[in-house]
């Protein structure tokens, strides 16, 4: 029977130990870090993540900006946004809720984020320094996975890690996360995704699975071995009319049956989506230790 991997837990404690810093820098006579978050279009879940982004921030101390734009808005438009906020001496760090709409140039609107404002992470610049084991800004998800391995004392050395899914944000900055040299890495990584053949071979000679798929009770008990250790990504909205949402969350794994041979798994929800916020609050920290305290 899996220990549980409380991450509701765990971002609350980081979120005490944010807190106390930046109470120690309003002390001191400092002003807040800020955060801006930009929202174009009022896409449902797009919008409950961004006001959950802003509640954190209220709940450390930190200024927050919701920047809300309509969906048709021009891409030179939002360019001149971004340009905005890279120049405004205020803001520690922002983000852009992704997904955008279809007509905006994802990759452009990427591309223009001042990399030290990248609190995401997902400007070339601060991926590739994390490719090199580089200080910077690594993305927030697979900061709060690398956070709750670290806090939960799991061994990732020399250990086999599959990642599951492949994805800019999740599965492909996780993999190399893990195989760097480091001690919360120094694992021997495979990655699997949706072409891979045979995918039951890998997770069943896996010490660690990371699943990225959003594929709902994907990962079953015959799939894994005793003992391993699941970090289960997937988010995904099921339907359930008993529920007063209309919906339940699911992960990728089949919660249920695969706990009873791991021996570490992250519930869905409660494990990793609450790290995800509490790493964007640390990579807003940092960004204003950089931008501000750096710059007196
Ligand atoms: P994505 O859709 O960009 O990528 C999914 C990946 O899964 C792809 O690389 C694809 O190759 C792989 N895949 C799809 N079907 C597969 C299959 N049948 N077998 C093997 N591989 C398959 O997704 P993403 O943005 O990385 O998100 C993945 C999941 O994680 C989603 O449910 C998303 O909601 C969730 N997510 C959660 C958080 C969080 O804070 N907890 C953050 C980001 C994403």
């Given at each position: 029977?899996?220990?549980i991997?409380?991450?509701k837990?765990?971002?609350?404690?980081i979120k005490?130990?944010?807190?106390?810093?930046?109470?120690?820098?309003?002390?001191?006579?400092?002003?807040?870090p800020?955060?801006?978050?930009?929202?174009?279009?009022e896409d449902?879940?797009s919008?409950?993540?961004?006001?959950?982004?802003?509640?954190?921030?209220k709940q450390?101390?930190?200024?927050?900006?919701?920047?809300?734009l309509?969906?048709?808005?021009?891409?030179?438009?939002l360019?001149?946004?971004?340009?905005?906020?890279n120049?405004?001496?205020?803001?520690?760090?922002?983000?852009?809720?992704?997904?955008?709409?279809?007509?905006i140039?994802?990759?452009?609107?990427?591309?223009?984020?001042n990399?030290k404002k990248?609190?995401?992470?997902?400007?070339?610049?601060?991926f590739?320094?994390?490719a090199?084991n580089m200080?910077?800004?690594?993305?927030?998800?697979?900061?709060?996975?690398?956070?709750?391995?670290?806090?939960?004392?799991?061994?990732t050395?020399?250990?086999?890690?599959?990642?599951?899914?492949?994805s800019?944000i999740?599965?492909?900055?996780?993999?190399?996360?893990m195989?760097?040299?480091?001690?919360?890495g120094n694992?021997?990584?495979?990655?699997v995704?949706?072409?891979?053949?045979?995918?039951?071979?890998?997770?069943?000679?896996?010490?660690?699975?990371?699943?990225?798929?959003?594929?709902?009770?994907f990962?079953?008990?015959?799939?894994?071995?005793?003992?391993?250790?699941?970090?289960?990504?997937?988010?995904?909205?099921?339907?359930?009319?008993?529920?007063?949402?209309?919906?339940?969350?699911k992960?990728?794994?089949?919660?249920?049956?695969?706990?009873?041979?791991?021996?570490?798994?992250?519930?869905?929800?409660?494990?990793?989506?609450?790290?995800t916020?509490?790493?964007?609050?640390?990579?807003?920290?940092k960004?204003?230790?950089i931008?501000?305290?750096g710059?007196?």
């Open positions: 029977m899996a220990i991997i409380d991450g837990k765990i971002s609350t404690l005490e130990e944010i807190k106390n810093q930046v109470e120690k820098i309003i002390s001191k006579g400092g002003r807040a800020h955060l801006a978050a930009v929202l174009v279009g449902g879940a919008l409950t993540y961004v006001s959950n982004k802003v509640a954190s921030c450390v101390g930190f200024k927050s900006s919701l920047i809300n309509p969906y048709e808005i021009k891409e030179e438009k360019l001149r946004e971004i340009t905005r906020l120049n405004e001496k205020e803001v520690d760090g922002f983000i852009v809720q992704l997904p955008l709409p279809k007509h140039d994802e990759d452009k609107v990427l591309l223009a984020i990399p990248d609190v995401d992470g997902f400007h070339p610049t601060n590739g320094k994390m090199l200080e910077t800004f690594v993305s927030a998800t697979p900061y709060g996975i690398i956070e709750l391995l670290k806090r939960y004392d799991i061994d050395n020399g250990k086999h890690t599959v990642v599951i899914g492949r800019n999740v599965g492909r900055p996780i993999s190399i996360l195989s760097r040299k480091a001690k919360l694992s021997t990584v495979t990655v995704h949706s072409r891979t053949k045979n995918l039951k071979f890998f997770t069943n000679n896996a010490d660690i699975i990371i699943s990225a798929l959003g594929v709902p009770n990962l079953k008990a015959n799939m894994v071995k005793n003992g391993v250790v699941i970090i289960d990504v997937g988010i995904t909205r099921v339907k359930d009319l008993n529920k007063r949402k209309g919906y339940v969350l992960g990728d794994a089949d919660f249920e049956s695969v706990k009873e041979k791991a021996s570490y798994i992250t519930p869905v929800p409660g494990g990793v989506g609450p790290m916020i509490a790493s964007l609050l640390q990579n807003t920290l960004a204003y230790k931008n501000f305290e710059s007196k």
